[in-house]
């Protein structure tokens, strides 16, 4: 099956998916119960089944603009292990390959833009070589949030955490690849940084921008779109719940009713939709 792709004025992103998975939420998103999701009527069939159970995803989006090539946030990755989720270690997936198939070789990418530095967004960071973790895209600068990477770098009470650095960001660190940047950076002419602090303390989410047309990349400000129709229910994951629901109806708000495509970083296939007013809410038009 081809990858999903949106074309923003000069600029195509095109999905590449690591995996996708239907239920077992209720450790990221525990409000969101099977009873609550039903009661969330549009969410069916695209993010939700008959069951009530919820569909994520995990996906890379490579931005393709007039000079660039650029890759957000790489997943979980192969043969990592301490990951808390049992079956996120020691992974055996085809990402590197699909990718390729998609017309991206690693080679080829000259950006890999970080949202956060959680376990399931820099993964593929690095790539094993032999016992040695090496960087995945040996020609690309690695954009990490100075913030986000100095508060995990001091972090060492949460043993998943101090591994998933270990392995998928100090190797790219120690190889000269990495630009820290402010949570406002400008990447190019059509792709910034925009500030959507909560889930962690340095989060970010993506803007592209090209020719009147405009995307955002969430990153994990919202993971499901059922946090569109309660902005309240927060992630188990997220650094500060208060901040991360006043950053979801803050953005929501602001995209409602207007063309912007919003590109969820967890949304399941088909991705991507418009934000609308729904009542005292918002859902996504597909």
């Not at 998916?17 to 609550?36: D, V």
């Not at 376990?119 to 949030?145: C, E, I, Q, S």
């Not at 994990?220 to 902005?231: E, K, N, R, Y």
Request: overall charge negative; aromatic content about 8%.
């Amino acid at each position: 099956m081809s990858p999903l792709k949106w074309r923003i004025g000069d600029v195509t992103i095109t999905k590449i998916l690591e995996l996708e998975t239907t239920g077992s939420t209720k450790f990221i998103l525990p409000q969101a119960t099977r009873e609550a999701a039903l009661e969330i009527a549009w969410l069916a069939p695209h993010f939700m089944n008959e069951e009530g159970r919820l569909r994520l995803s995990i996906h890379a989006l490579v931005i393709e603009t007039p000079t660039r090539r650029m890759i957000v946030d790489t997943c979980l990755g192969n043969d990592k292990q301490g990951r808390g989720v049992p079956w996120w270690n020691n992974l055996q997936g085809s990402f590197l390959s699909d990718l390729a198939a998609a017309g991206f070789s690693r080679e080829s990418i000259d950006t890999v833009m970080c949202t956060h530095l959680h376990v399931d967004h820099v993964g593929w960071n690095t790539m094993l070589d032999g016992a040695k973790w090496v960087p995945t895209f040996p020609n690309a600068r690695y954009l990490m949030g100075r913030v986000e990477f100095e508060h995990w770098r001091d972090q060492q009470a949460d043993g998943q955490q101090r591994a998933v650095f270990a392995d998928s960001v100090q190797p790219v660190f120690d190889a000269g690849l990495v630009d820290l940047v402010e949570i406002d950076h400008r990447v190019s002419d059509e792709v910034s940084f925009v500030p959507t602090l909560g889930h962690t303390p340095g989060h970010v989410s993506i803007r592209v921008a090209s020719k009147g047309e405009e995307a955002l990349i969430t990153g994990d400000f919202i993971h499901h779109p059922c946090q569109m129709a309660h902005p309240e229910w927060a992630s188990s994951a997220d650094y500060d719940q208060a901040t991360s629901t006043k950053t979801r109806r803050d953005v929501f708000e602001r995209l409602a009713g207007t063309p912007t495509l919003l590109i969820g970083t967890h949304f399941a296939t088909p991705t991507a939709g418009r934000v609308v007013k729904d009542g005292e809410a918002f859902r996504l038009a597909v």
